[in-house]
Each structure stands twice: as C-alpha cells, then as structure tokens.
C-alpha cells in the first residue's frame, strides 16, 4: 500500500515560485506514473501534471493553464515527485495533491491513493 506526503505549498506573490514534493513509500513508486493535482475552493479536482513510470518511455504533460510555467519531476533515489512552480497567479491557489497511477502509462492515473494535500495561495 503506497502512502503519499506533499509539501511545500504556502504563501506568496504573483509571479513568484514554489516546488511541491512528495515522498512515497511501498513498492513501485518509480515504476509507476505520478502527477499532480489540484483543487480550487468550490472546485472539482483537476489534473496539473502527469509523469509516466520509469520502466517505459518518458511522458510528461500538462494542463493547458500550466504549461510552459509548471514542471514535474522525479527523483527515484529519494522516492519524491517534485513540481516546480513558476510565474505563479491567483488563479493557482488551490490544494494540490499528488497521485501514483496503477501502472507505468499516464492512461492508468489515478491511482487509489491520495496525499493530504499541500495548500497554495497566490495573491495578487
């Protein structure tokens, strides 16, 4: 059973940055797809960002209101997912969670197991 922990969220301005991390624990975290997701006040979750496994070739997307500003990653050494957020708006306050997908495609998120979550809030 893979167990997830975000952090990193806070405070800051627009146009400033911030980089979420979450560490997994249980078997196949790097063999398996990751990614991002977020949930405005009021909102559905969406998803941010999508990471494929490590046993395939890499895939990595992203919303459309994030791209070219957002970037996830990993680093299997230490079992974290990273997203790096730049150029931040209000629009991109929201809590922000992080998921592993039952297999290595993007196709098979979400997985069953959600963080807590981790809150960010821009201001303007």
């Known amino acids: 059973q893979v167990q997830l922990v975000e952090s990193g969220g806070g405070l800051v301005q627009a146009g400033e940055f911030l980089r979420l991390s979450c560490v997994g624990s249980g078997s196949g975290f790097s063999d398996n797809a990751v990614a991002w997701y977020r949930q405005a006040p009021g909102k559905q979750r969406v998803i941010v960002a999508r990471l494929s496994g490590e046993t395939g070739k890499p895939y990595a997307d992203y919303a459309d209101s994030v791209k070219g500003r957002f970037t996830i990653s990993r680093d299997i050494a230490k079992n974290t997912v990273y997203l790096q957020m730049n150029s931040l708006k209000p629009e991109d306050t929201a809590v922000y969670y992080c998921?592993?997908?039952?297999?290595?495609?993007?196709?098979?998120?979400?997985?069953?197991?959600w963080g807590q979550g981790t809150h960010v809030t821009v201001s303007s």
């Open positions: 998921n592993r997908g039952r297999g290595s495609s993007v196709d098979t998120l979400p997985g069953d197991a």
